[in-house]
């Protein structure tokens, strides 16, 4: 069998063995020390922003903002609906209602329409949405300026869900930086890993005080364990954080690379859309710079011969390439079934047709090769 190739491995390079060393040497291993400390002014440096605190998940990031917003028991927090459910569950964790959002068709995140809707609609009863969680889903931006408008309208902050999206830009500012907070993953899968780690970022330099704190279980002054606040476990760890600024240094590298991977995908399918097929792509608006995390593909039968979206991925794993199916979009997933949503059949359409493409920054000529002999295959089948 031939070797696998993953959707989005890891891709570590070798400085990330030199800060790792010199962790081990400073015998530094727990959620304390000078490589955490080194991350995050790494992760402020390039995303020109004021403060960063480092912690153990993109999850956990989310959860801290939604705490420092005061959401409670009894608010609502609007999310997009087609986005990963590390998004959404901490709303869960603080007692409050997640309300999801329909996407629009241009960048597939929140669409500003029915977003005003959503709180329109929320107002009108009474239930003013605490906080709205922006995603920027597979790394391409959302429309930040009509979003911002409309949350400014209302007065609702807004927690910037930058998982997928480091590096990414708009209007050449960096996603995760617009809103109030914003959270980045450095998950195995992300465009760089610490194994497993995230970030809360702010140009509010006590909120992130104030989430490293909570970070340490609210641990507080004097020489015993004081705690006058309900706290968290959720600091890095200061070897994840060695991996970090490792993969820090080639993070510019990683996007170019994603990047090419998308124009070698828009490129083979290119050639198959002059035959009749209409395979299609996220595409970048005005303003909008994409890391290019995942590429991803919109395959409706209806205008290619009967082709579906499962025949690719089928198709690929039959060579043992990993593909899958976009976002299942939050308000179809059971354990939010009760939950409200405000949109039409934008994300759905997209579950049902969309493909996500291996796109690791570590795929070669070669993994390119079998993945388009894959795919030729059943393409000359759909024509037949
Ligand atoms: C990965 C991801 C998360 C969760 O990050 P973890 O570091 O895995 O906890 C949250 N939101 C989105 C959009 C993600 O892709």
């Not at 959302?142 to 911002?148: G, L, Q, S, V, Y």
């Not at 949109?343 to 090769?369: K, T, W």
Request: hydrophobic share 40%; aromatic share 10%; proline share 4%.
């Amino acid at each position: 069998m031939n070797k696998r190739i993953f959707l989005s491995p890891p891709h570590l390079n070798s400085s990330v063995q030199e800060f790792l060393t010199n962790v081990f040497e400073s015998n530094y291993v727990a959620p304390v020390g000078f490589a955490i400390d080194g991350f995050e002014s790494d992760i402020a440096q390039k995303v020109k922003c004021h403060s960063v605190a480092a912690l153990n998940s993109g999850t956990s990031a989310i959860h801290l903002a939604l705490v420092l917003l005061n959401v409670g028991s009894q608010d609502s927090v609007l999310v997009q609906t087609n986005t990963h459910i590390g998004g959404v569950n901490p709303i869960v964790y603080q007692g409050a209602s997640p309300v999801f959002v329909d996407s629009e068709k241009d960048t597939w995140n929140m669409c500003p329409i029915f977003l005003e809707e959503a709180i329109k609609d929320q107002i009108k009863k009474k239930k003013k949405p605490k906080a709205i969680i922006l995603v920027h889903i597979y790394g391409m931006p959302a429309k930040m300026f009509e979003i911002i408008e409309v949350a400014s309208k209302y007065e609702i902050p807004i927690i910037e869900d930058a998982a997928e999206s480091l590096g990414s830009k708009y209007r050449n500012q960096h996603t995760g930086t617009f809103g109030i907070m914003g959270v980045y993953s450095f998950n195995g899968n992300k465009i760089i890993t610490t194994g497993g780690g995230g970030a809360l970022v702010s140009n509010n330099q006590e909120l992130i005080e104030r989430a490293i704190f909570l970070s340490t279980h609210s641990r507080g002054e004097g020489p015993h364990y004081q705690h006058t606040s309900l706290g968290f476990n959720y600091r890095l760890s200061n070897v994840l954080a060695g991996i970090g600024r490792g993969q820090m240094e080639v993070l510019d590298e990683r996007v170019s690379s994603l990047r090419t991977n998308f124009k070698k995908y828009v490129g083979f399918f290119e050639k198959w859309n002059a035959k009749g097929f209409n395979i299609q792509f996220q595409i970048e608006q005005e303003d909008m710079f994409s890391n290019r995390w995942l590429t991803t593909i919109l395959v409706d039968p209806k205008t290619n011969y009967g082709l579906q979206r499962e025949d690719l991925r089928l198709a690929l794993e039959k060579e043992n390439i990993e593909s899958r199916p976009l976002w299942k979009p939050m308000h179809l997933q059971p354990v939010f079934e009760k939950n409200k949503f405000y949109g039409a059949r934008v994300a759905e359409e997209l579950f049902e047709i969309g493909l996500c493409l291996p796109s690791g920054s570590n795929l070669g000529d070669e993994e390119f090769q079998r993945i388009f002999m894959a795919i030729n295959k059943v393409m000359n089948f759909a024509l037949e």
